[in-house]
T-cell receptor
Framework: GENVEQHPSTLSVQEGDSAVIKCTYS??????FPWYKQELGKRPQLIID?????GEKKDQRIAVTLNKTAKHFSLHITETQPEDSAVYFC?????????FGQGTTLQVKP | SAVISQKPSRDICQRGTSLTIQCQVD?????MFWYRQQPGQSLTLIAT?????????ESGFVIDKFPISRPNLTFSTLTVSNMSPEDSSIYLC???????????FGSGTQLSVL
């Protein structure tokens, strides 16, 4: 089955800096890659997603890139703000279901 | 997006008892899923709740322990049976209108087993 690896497990940046989280997946049949943000005590919220026929997608300060050949995708957050502090999960769609990475705890220091 | 209501939001249960979690979606959805999130961990898929047929369980999860119902396209339940402290987790219901895409989550059920 599908396996999703996510790095780093923790990431600390200064406010205004950029943050990058990387994920790799194992099954080349996966074709949809969402990213979720989970604040403490809350449900995961979809923040951006990308399909396999697209290499990059942007939404304001957030962007996701996909390299199908290498089977990896990344989340880029620019001009980070303290409210970006949360746990971020990547996922890959496999046989109609989402398999999640291990999560990255992002801390943005003011 | 879909609005997903889940209840109870939290419960404290005794070892050996069972708890049923309910999930209601505000519109008809194709797929409903149940995830478990153990403390400080990622989300692990328990099963896909299939309307009109038995749920499809992932490796490591069995129907006797986690029976699931899905009587219609907007509602599902997950029962955690014969609970032990190892079952203490957040249980999340999720739904989407496609094949596992645009997945939205309920608010979760924080379960503590004593």
């Amino acid at each position: 089955g599908e396996n999703v690896e996510q790095h780093p497990s923790t990431l600390s940046v200064q406010e205004g800096d950029s943050a990058v989280i990387k994920c790799t997946y194992s099954d080349s049949a996966s074709n949809y890659f969402p990213w979720y943000k989970q604040e403490l005590g809350k449900r995961p919220q979809l923040i951006i997603d990308i399909r396999s026929n697209v290499g990059e997608k942007k939404d304001q300060r957030i962007a996701v890139t996909l390299n199908k050949t290498a089977k990896h995708f990344s989340l880029h957050i620019t001009e980070t703000q303290p409210e970006d502090s949360a746990v971020y999960f990547c996922a890959a769609s496999y046989e109609g279901k989402l398999i999640f990475g291990q999560g990255t705890t992002l801390q943005v220091k003011p | 997006s879909a609005v997903i209501s889940q209840k109870p939001s939290r419960d404290i249960c005794q070892r050996g008892t069972s708890l049923t979690i309910q999930c209601q979606v505000d519109s008809q959805v194709t797929m409903m899923f149940w995830y478990r999130q153990q403390p400080g961990q990622s989300l692990t898929l328990i099963a896909t709740a299939n309307q009109g047929s038995e749920a499809t369980y992932e490796s490591g999860f069995v129907i006797d322990k986690f029976p699931i119902s899905r009587p219609n396209l907007t509602f599902s339940t997950l029962t955690v049976s014969n609970m032990s402290p190892e079952d203490s987790s957040i249980y999340l219901c999720s739904a989407d209108r496609g094949r596992g895409e645009k997945l939205f989550f309920g608010s979760g059920t924080q379960l503590s087993v004593l």
